[in-house]
């Protein structure tokens, strides 16, 4: 449902600000970004329209906005109006599978206890780390370098990151960065698998419960 309001509040050298509708009740946060394309640069005062949206943190935000009289923007191609493909991918289904599954394997000693142990201490580092980092890109404050993120999901904490970015929708359509993800995950398999074979994780195993795996 869209509702009529004002903006109330902005900040236009950081591009944000919030509205409120006719009829009432909270504000709304609104990014510029936000706005329909083409439009020009809103100051308080302006009449919008717009629809709102919750964030993962419950906040009420404002998107698809207009200006009141505004044109509705048409596509130029049916198929602009389509999901990215990357958006499509079952995210949050793959890192609980995966989770489960290396919990699965070193429950029944296919693998040692220090491989399922080891992935669920770095996915719950990076869910953390997207989750930060989602979260200071509303609040626009310093951000968590892309390089620290793939990091840690070459370490380990990919099934978590892909919780993270279906959870919070961040970093889904960005197809550079996307690209180093998938890599990122083809190392960690095979540094797992080389680590297994080659009794690299038997011994992180006894080190970590003190010889008693």
């Not at 869209?2 to 050298?13: P, S, V, Y």
């Not at 709304?28 to 308080?44: I, L």
């Not at 302006?46 to 009289?69: H, P």
């Not at 220090?114 to 997207?130: D, G, K, N, R």
Request: glycine share 8%; proline share 5%; with cysteine.
């Amino acid at each position: 449902m869209r509702l009529a309001g004002r903006i109330c509040e902005w900040n236009d050298d950081k591009g944000y600000g919030f509205v409120a509708a006719h009829e009432g009740g909270a504000r709304a946060f609104v990014h510029v970004k936000a706005f329909q394309s083409g439009s020009r640069r809103p100051v308080p005062g302006d009449l919008v329209s717009y629809r709102v949206e919750k964030d993962a943190k419950g906040r009420a935000n404002a998107v698809e906005l207009r200006f009141a009289g505004q044109r509705i923007e048409r596509r130029s191609s049916p198929s602009s109006a389509q999901p990215s493909p990357l958006r499509r991918i079952p995210r949050r289904a793959l890192g609980v599978s995966a989770l489960l599954a290396v919990a699965a394997l070193g429950s029944l000693g296919w693998v040692p206890a220090a491989v399922p142990l080891v992935q669920a201490l770095l996915s719950f580092a990076s869910y953390i780390a997207y989750w930060w980092d989602k979260d200071a890109a509303g609040a626009n404050r310093r951000r968590t370098p892309e390089a620290h993120l793939h990091l840690l999901d070459a370490l380990g904490g990919w099934p978590g990151a892909l919780i993270a970015q279906q959870q919070f929708r961040h970093k889904t359509v960005k197809a550079s960065f996307q690209a180093v993800f998938w890599v990122t995950v083809l190392l960690n398999l095979a540094a797992v698998t080389a680590a297994v074979r080659l009794g690299w994780a038997r011994v992180l195993t006894e080190l970590l419960f003190d010889g008693r795996a």
